[in-house]
T-cell receptor
Framework: AQSVTQPDIHITVSEGASLELRCNYS??????LFWYVQSPGQGLQLLLK??????LVQGIKGFEAEFKRSQSSFNLRKPSVHWSDAAEYFC??????????FGSGTRLSIRP | NAGVTQTPKFQVLKTGQSMTLQCAQD?????MYWYRQDPGMGLRLIYY???????DKGEVPNGYNVSRLNKREFSLRLESAAPSQTSVYFC?????????????FGPGTRLTVL
């Protein structure tokens, strides 16, 4: 069965600084990989997804993520964060007909 | 399109009371899900409905029941609420059940059981 780990519970970055949120997964083959964002008081919204092909995927709101098979990772990046990026970010992994498994989330705070 | 809607937004129950959380989607999706979100634990799947007329247990089904009323609606019932069920509940839907389908989430119901 697949699993997903987000090692950082809470990250604070300054506005305008770059961001990288870590995600590691466990699965024998290439899984389906997702990043979702949850703004305060809201449901989750898909930022981007990776199924196959180019290992660098672009998403909404200027986010990108890179699939690294050798490291079993799918880290989320943004070159310059904005105050509106403060939210909780969830990595998720799916495989075939099985259910999607969500990580425990990383809360992002932005320092003015 | 409203997407996925949930009612109520907030609810406070006493231990032992029952209630039903309602969820509806207007995207003609086949699959629907109920999750609970607790601090530090991410989202955990309670029940899901892969298609109209079917429901299955997820990771944490104890204490809950569900009904897929029709293609649009999927309700979650707590028969006898317990403090351990204090949580934020999210309904989601997707076009198909396979895990390469994007899930669309409702705004959530914040439930407190005293």
């Amino acid at each position: 069965a697949q699993s997903v780990t987000q090692p950082d519970i809470h990250i604070t970055v300054s506005e305008g600084a770059s961001l990288e949120l870590r995600c590691n997964y466990s699965y024998g083959a290439t899984p389906y990989l997702f990043w979702y964002v949850q703004s305060p008081g809201q449901g989750l919204q898909l930022l981007l997804k990776y199924f196959s092909g180019d290992t660098l995927v672009q998403g909404i709101k200027g986010f990108e993520a890179e699939f690294k098979r050798s490291q079993s990772s799918f880290n989320l990046r943004k070159p310059s964060v904005h105050w509106s990026d403060a939210a909780e970010y969830f990595c998720a992994v799916g495989a075939g007909a099985s259910k999607i498994i969500f990580g425990s989330g990383t809360r992002l705070s932005i320092r003015p | 399109n409203a997407g996925v809607t949930q009612t109520p937004k907030f609810q406070v129950l006493k231990t032992g009371q029952s209630m039903t959380l309602q969820c509806a989607q207007d995207m003609n999706h086949n699959s629907m899900y109920w999750y609970r979100q607790d601090p530090g634990m991410g989202l955990r799947l309670i029940y899901y409905s892969a298609s109209e007329g079917t429901t299955d247990k997820g990771e944490v089904p104890n204490g809950y029941n569900v009904s897929r009323l029709n293609k649009r609606e999927f309700s979650l019932r707590l028969e006898s609420a317990a403090p351990s069920q204090t949580s934020v509940y999210f309904c989601a839907s997707s076009e198909g059940y396979r895990s390469n389908n994007e899930q669309f989430f409702g705004p959530g119901t914040r439930l407190t059981v005293l």
